[in-house]
């Protein structure tokens, strides 16, 4: 059973910054060959895709938060974390860390269960 738990979330306030971590877990699992994805979900919205790594390190960000977050991964460690500097109010979501690959017969899926980041004075 693989499992990816996110964690780092938190309050803080605007123009502070959080790191959080997405860590994944199961036999013989590992991030190694997958895309990595955070998304977010603020009340109301739809989830939103906030930035992505693929196994090649190649990194790509919504619009909303270039210059401000960074994402990065670990396969050592099966962690991928998403820096997030100068938060804003607007910030305020769930966060939810993905990883998915899709081989000639399978499609690879995973999601984390979400952690709350709410940024506020």
């Known amino acids: 059973q693989v499992q990816l738990v996110e964690s780092g979330g938190g309050l803080v306030q605007p123009g502070g910054s959080l790191r959080l971590s997405c860590a994944a877990s199961?036999?013989?699992?590992?991030?190694?060959?997958?895309?990595l994805v955070w998304y977010r979900q603020a009340p109301g919205k739809q989830r939103e895709l906030v930035a992505t790594i693929t196994s090649g390190a190649r990194t790509n960000f919504a619009d909303s938060v270039k210059g401000r977050f960074t994402i990065s991964r670990d396969n050592a460690k099966n962690t991928m974390y998403l820096q997030m500097n100068n938060l804003k109010p607007e910030d305020t979501a769930v966060y939810y860390c993905?990883?998915?690959?899709?081989?000639?017969?399978?499609?690879?899926?995973?999601w984390g269960q979400g952690t709350q980041v709410t940024v506020s004075s």
């Open positions: 199961g036999s013989s699992f590992s991030i190694y060959a997958m895309a």
């Open positions: 993905n990883a998915h690959y899709t081989s000639v017969s399978r499609v690879y899926d995973y």
